[in-house]
């Protein structure tokens, strides 16, 4: 089974910290991407990458940078966390290929920046 | 990006089939249709995805319109467990990008 996993389920930090969420996946897939999730709002895409080292900005890229230095981890950094940061983080995983397959998601991680 | 409509909620009774309605009507040639759901504290899993052709496997059907204007995702026995959010979306060929609406609370009772 392919394996996404996030480095925590909730996360509580303070206005201004720096903050790292990380997302690993074990099935050598070559693009991960990083979502949030807000009622009301659905998911919405922050950034992506296709390669290592290689990353593209989503739908809400402001506030947040990405790093991957490997092909299985991607990271999500909050440079000066702020409050309406506070949601729900979802790191997905998909192989290339035609069609489109499919994304597999991480458990996600609840962030409350206080 | 092409939109996708559902309805807010829809309810249903445990061991009876379930049709989850979803119109594209922008929907453009290379656009395939992805069903994802959400169970309650989980991250969205895939369901079942279709270009033109009605799609089954072992979780769900999909039917699509000849137009392709409109597709329905079929629970053929649902089950408590299938209690989620059901998102439809449409993925152009070619792109990695998912855009997911709110899509459709489904309830299950006994």
């Known amino acids: 089974d392919v394996k996404v996993t996030q480095s925590s389920r909730y996360l509580v930090k303070r206005t201004g910290e720096k903050v790292f969420l990380e997302c690993v996946q074990d099935m050598d897939h070559e693009n991960m991407f990083w979502y949030r999730q807000d009622p009301g709002l659905g998911l919405r895409l922050i950034y992506f990458?296709?390669?290592?080292?290689?990353?593209e900005k989503g739908d809400i890229p402001e506030g947040y940078s990405v790093s991957r230095e490997k092909k299985e981890r991607f990271s999500l950094i909050l440079e000066s966390a702020s409050t309406n940061q506070t949601s729900m983080y979802l790191c997905?995983?998909?192989?290339?290929?035609?069609?489109?397959?499919?994304?597999?998601f991480g458990p996600g991680t609840r962030l409350t920046v206080t | 990006d092409a939109k996708t409509t559902q309805p807010n909620s829809m309810e249903s009774n445990e061991e009876e089939p379930v049709h989850l309605p979803c119109n594209h009507s922008?929907?453009?040639?290379?656009?395939?249709i992805h069903w994802y759901r959400q169970l309650p504290s989980q991250g969205p899993e895939y369901v079942i995805h279709g270009l033109t052709s009605n799609v089954n496997n072992r979780m769900a059907s999909l039917a699509i319109a000849e137009d392709r204007k409109s597709s329905t995702l079929i629970l053929h026995r649902a089950t408590l467990r299938d209690a989620a959010v059901y998102y439809c979306i449409l993925v152009t060929g070619t792109a990695s990008k998912l855009t997911f609406g709110t899509g459709t609370r489904l309830q299950v009772t006994l």
């Open positions: 997905a995983s998909r192989p290339n290929g035609i069609p489109p397959y499919e994304q597999y």
């Open positions: 990458s296709y390669d290592v080292k290689m990353k």
């Open positions: 922008t929907i453009s040639g290379t656009d395939y």
